[in-house]
């Protein structure tokens, strides 16, 4: 009886020479050896016991380049673009702001090219870093320093360093927030090698309650933090910024001014609450203001650092600002978008204020439009909009949408996020309501196929 032997799969260097023959485009040896390798291993596995039938070189081959090829367009995977009609203006799980249409082309032309980042073009010579991001905020909050970080939670720590590795910085109690992703403002202080010291209570803080530290030198900054994520009601007290100021500079110590999301705009223009904006806290005496770029400036995640010449200087020079310090396209997207505030555009350009400006008969009338499109199974329904993204907690802007009628609202919402393009929206009174405000003008031809496309399946 003759022995059967195993079935053998190709040698890895005839399925390289068939991959070669196959591809459309040169690729680097290693990945395509490995991926042969992998495939030839993986069938060696699979004909196993000598049953299964093999495979021939040219099908092995087409498996590696298929392999390539899904490889070379995993890094989309998980990144689908939507259309938010949630009313979330700044929705932290969907990317937080959208970036103006100058930041995107800014960012591309420094991602594609070359550019005098660090080269001054006079000399030839190296230069400062690329410094139009921070000369605009110098322009549109009055410091005479600015420093551009990769977030705010870098410029927090940069400026709370100043305090010195073991000196004291005091921050209220009602002051010690998380800001997000389990970040906490202690962590912060201590990460930075300072000592926090606590002081005032949870629900009421006063300018005399830094007294004591301040007096006897524990404390050599005050951090104060605006709570932009969450809101205090009731029997409470703030401490006055200018009295902390004064205080602080009496005796010799340093006041930073953490405003989170940040506004270089009045938010009460748009029928929100008053946010306290960079320039003001500066007027106040802070020396340091800190907030953020992506949140309601509407630009690329950023921390944005303003304050005294001789202060952001010494941040500059921190070993630590560099891991701290955002790259070439992240530099030009931040100033384009700074730009459009000195231009005067940034309510027509920067979606975060678009959006937030954008007046309740202008969407009822686009509701409207969309409506007849739609056809029976959708109603214009008023709403309210919120800001998100740690900003503003409780306001709310009135807004207009559309609510869908289908036998279950849970189904309904998951084609939509399913579909192409994705849309995500929200349940309200048992319906699917897709809030008008976090919509793009653009894309109402866009959210108008999706939902019909949705509703095809009324179940």
Known sequence: MAIQRPVRPPAVEAV?????????????????????????AEERARLGDGQAAARDVAALAAEVVRRLEATERAWSTGLTPVINATGVVIHTNLGRAPWPRAAIEAARTAAADPLLL????????????????????????????????????????????LAGRGRGVAVSRGELVEIGGGVRIPEIV?????????????????????EPPLADGRARLVLRVHRSNF?????????????????????????VDDLGSGALLDTATVGLAHEPMPSERLAAGADLVTFSGDKLVGGPQAGLVVGGADLVARLRRDPLARAMRPDKATLV?????????????????????????????????????????????????????????????????????????????????????????????????????????????????DLTGAVRAALGDRS
């Open 16 to 40: 390289l020479v068939a991959v070669r023959a196959a591809l459309q485009a040169p690729r680097e040896h290693a990945a395509l050896a490995a991926a042969a390798r992998a495939v030839v």
């Open 118 to 161: 660090e080269l001054d073009r006079d000399t030839g010579r190296r230069g400062h870093r690329f410094r139009a991001a921070e000369a605009l905020l110098v322009e549109l909050t009055g410091a005479e320093d600015a420093l551009v970080t990769n977030n705010n939670a870098a410029a927090v720590a940069l400026a709370v360093g």
């Open 190 to 210: 201590r990460r930075a090698g300072a000592r926090l010291i606590e002081v005032g209570t949870t629900n009421r803080t006063r300018a005399a309650d830094f």
């Open 231 to 255: 809101r205090q009601e009731g029997f409470t007290e703030d401490p006055d910024p200018v009295a902390v100021a004064e205080l602080a500079h009496a005796h010799g110590a340093l006041v």
């Open 333 to 445: 997207a931040v100033a384009a978008t700074l730009a459009l505030y000195a231009a005067g555009r940034a309510t027509a350009e920067v979606p975060v204020w678009r959006m937030l400006a954008t007046s309740v008969d202008a969407l009822r009338e686009r509701a409207a439009s969309l409506a007849r499109t739609i056809g029976e199974a959708v109603a214009i329904v008023d709403l309210h909009s919120t800001v998100g993204g740690g900003s503003l907690p409780g306001e709310r802007l009135p807004s207009v949408g559309l609510a869908l009628r289908a036998r279950s609202a849970d189904r309904l919402l998951g084609r939509l996020r399913g579909g192409e393009p994705a849309v995500v929206g929200r349940i309200e009174d048992g319906r699917v309501v897709l809030d008008l405000r976090t919509v793009d003008p653009a894309r109402d031809a």
